[in-house]
């Protein structure tokens, strides 16, 4: 069995800790790395995150994930709404997915209600804050690990 699962981030998400800290808060990438890789440890698992404003770089890592990851995770932020691409790359993958979004997408503007991910995501967390990416990574382990 593969033991990394693929943290990926979309667009704007290399400012988090800075960008609009009422709606994101004061949580880095950096710690958002930290908390997963605690979880991931605890079930004998690694943690790759990545970061791209490019959804062919978000793409190509997906790619990648489909023969050397166990599960993904993704917060596309604003590729949620508009990328088929990046959506059809995450069909291909026969894995756990989850999609984690920082603020709570359905309480924002109608256009983020929409997501291309959604229905094919094994779970959706959203308005949790990067305390989002911890319960998906806890759920992703307990899935690829359990006899």
């Known amino acids: 069995m593969n033991k990394t699962i693929f943290v990926l981030n979309g667009p704007n998400l290399n400012l988090l800790g800075v960008r ?3 709606i994101y808060g004061y949580d880095t990438l950096d710690d958002v790395k930290k908390g997963c890789a605690e ?3 605890e079930f004998g698992l690694d943690v790759r995150l990545e970061q791209s ?3 062919g770089q978000l793409i190509d890592w997906i790619h990648e ?3 050397t990851a166990c599960g993904i995770i993704i917060n596309p932020a604003a590729f949620t709404h508009t ?3 990046i959506r059809d790359a995450l069909a291909t993958c ?3 997915l989850f999609e984690v979004h920082i603020s709570n997408v359905h309480a924002r503007e109608a256009f983020r209600h929409h997501s ?3 229905d094919i995501a094994t779970g959706v967390i959203a308005g949790f804050g990067v305390e989002g990416y911890v ?3 806890r759920r992703l382990c307990g899935l690829v690990t359990k006899p």
């Open 20 to 22: 609009q800290p009422h």
């Open 39 to 41: 979880v991931a440890s």
């Open 53 to 55: 404003n490019w959804e």
């Open 65 to 67: 994930a489909r023969t």
């Open 83 to 85: 990328s088929v691409a």
């Open 94 to 96: 026969e894995m756990p």
């Open 116 to 118: 291309y991910v959604s």
């Open 135 to 137: 319960l998906a990574t």
